[in-house]
Antibody
């Protein structure tokens, strides 16, 4: 079965960086894309961007441009999301999710499978 | 950016009742709309995509409808496990991908 297993909780100081991992199994990693979504405490879902596991093409949401970097390691079927210059309002649960593909191999903005989430706390 | 507005913010119902959740887009997204369910402490779960297609394993009491700017998620008869928060998300014009603010379905 498809599984996305994320790295554990992190506590960071303001100004630091955090790198969250998302290890995929149960499917051909390079056939899909991975998106990242975050959720601040008690709040809704915020899309951060996506990466194609096939060619590493990325697109980042404007709110995170310049601070986020998404990468993949196809040898270990793992996706990474690094967020830099952390602020207290970056405290959130960060989720990875697999994007659906259509019959032509095009990535769709439909998130079929989700990781369990990684809590990142930013505090001085 | 397509803005999604969900209503109501909270729906108080009893088990066995029908739940009707609304999602309105600021511009047409055709049928590129998905619905997710989220329970406390859990990741979101895909329920519906392409406005009306149930994801694998989703029971028939959950259905989606709509196109253009107005969409509806209906739960025909609420089961105890259906009490949760529901989010709509558009994939018609992306990037950016956007989510609605959520509707909480709570036990009356």
């Amino acid at each position: 079965q498809v599984l996305l297993v994320q790295s554990g909780p992190e506590v960071k100081r303001p100004g630091a960086s955090v790198k969250v991992s998302c290890k995929a199994s149960g499917y051909t990693f390079t056939s899909n894309g991975i998106t990242w979504v975050r959720q601040a405490p008690g709040q809704g879902l915020e899309w951060m961007g996506w990466i194609s596991a096939y060619n590493s093409r990325t697109h980042y949401a404007q709110n995170f441009q310049g601070r986020v970097t998404m990468t993949t390691d196809t040898s270990t079927s793992t996706a990474y999301m690094e967020l830099s210059n952390l602020r207290s309002d970056d405290t959130a649960v960060y989720y990875c999710a697999r994007m659906r593909v259509n019959e032509f191999g095009e990535l769709l903005a439909v998130f079929e499978y989700w990781g369990q989430g990684s809590l990142v706390t930013v505090s001085s | 950016e397509v803005v999604l507005t969900q209503s109501p913010a909270t729906l108080s119902l009893s088990p066995g009742e029908r739940a009707t959740l609304s999602c309105r887009a600021s511009q047409s997204v055709s049928t590129s709309l998905a619905w997710y369910q989220q329970k406390p402490g859990q990741a979101p779960r895909l329920l519906i995509y392409d406005a009306s297609t149930r994801a694998p394993g989703i029971p028939a009491r959950i259905s989606g409808s709509g196109s253009g700017i107005d969409f509806t998620l209906t739960i025909s008869s609420l089961e105890p496990e259906d009490f949760a928060v529901y989010y709509c998300q558009q994939g018609g014009y992306w990037p950016p991908i956007t989510f609605g603010g959520g509707t909480k379905v709570e036990i009356k």
